[in-house]
T-cell receptor, first 116, second 113 residues
């Protein structure tokens, strides 16, 4: 079964600095998808970025980029130029492949706090 | 554009009472629908998913059930709530196939007292 591990329960960063949130995954499948979601205190899950297992380039979306190292089974989220509004919980998730639907398996999350 | 509505936002219910949480999606057809639960300080656990009307799959044995009476409507229910049913419940949808993200509703914070 697929498994997502986020080993950082909390991270602190100063405004305008970059921060990396770690995510490792375990799967025996060759085709899979990896996602990062942001959950602010309001509770809504906001999609940030996606990386497919066959994508050769690391995904980027604005200030978010995904450092995908397939051999190491890691998919770390990099947030550049942190902003106060980035303070939130961040979840890494994996889509179970070959199911035809998005059964997402989530990690336990990392709480990011951005200080002025 | 597609939107997902989930209500109520918060709910306090006594042990043994019934539960009904509703989720509707607008702006898309034939979506996959999901119910997730998030315990305090934890990740999301998939409870149910549905690929079509009347088609429900359960991921974990529990005190809850789900129904999909219409294409874009997903309901989470319980006949008798337990204290352990407390948590944050999130409804989500995704397109039927492909490597696409799931879109989440605002969530319902349920407290069973």
């Amino acid at each position: 079964a697929q498994k997502i591990t986020q080993t950082q329960p909390g991270m602190f960063v100063q405004e305008k600095e970059a921060v990396t949130l770690d995510c490792t995954y375990d799967t025996s499948d060759q085709s899979y998808g990896l996602f990062w979601y942001k959950q602010p205190s309001s509770g809504e899950m906001i999609f940030l970025i996606y990386q497919g297992s066959y994508d050769e380039q690391n995904a980027t979306e604005g200030r978010y980029s995904l450092n995908f190292q397939k051999a190491r089974k890691s998919a770390n989220l990099v947030i550049s130029a942190s902003q106060l509004g980035d303070s939130a919980m961040y979840f890494c998730a994996m889509r179970e492949p070959n199911t035809g639907f998005q059964k997402l398996v989530f990690g336990t999350g990392t709480r990011l706090l951005v200080s002025p | 554009s597609q939107t997902i509505h989930q209500w109520p936002a918060t709910l306090v219910q006594p042990v043994g009472s019934p539960l009904s949480l509703e989720c509707t999606v607008e702006g898309t057809s034939n979506p996959n629908l999901y119910w997730y639960r998030q315990a305090a300080g934890r990740g999301l656990q998939l409870l149910f998913y549905s690929v079509g009307i009347g088609q429900i799959s359960s991921e974990v044995p529990q005190n809850l059930s789900a129904s999909r009476p219409q294409d874009r409507q997903f309901i989470l229910s319980s006949k008798k709530l337990l204290l352990s049913d407390s948590g944050f419940y999130l409804c989500a949808w995704s397109v039927r196939s492909g490597n696409t993200e799931a879109f989440f509703g605002q969530g319902t914070r349920l407290t069973v007292v």
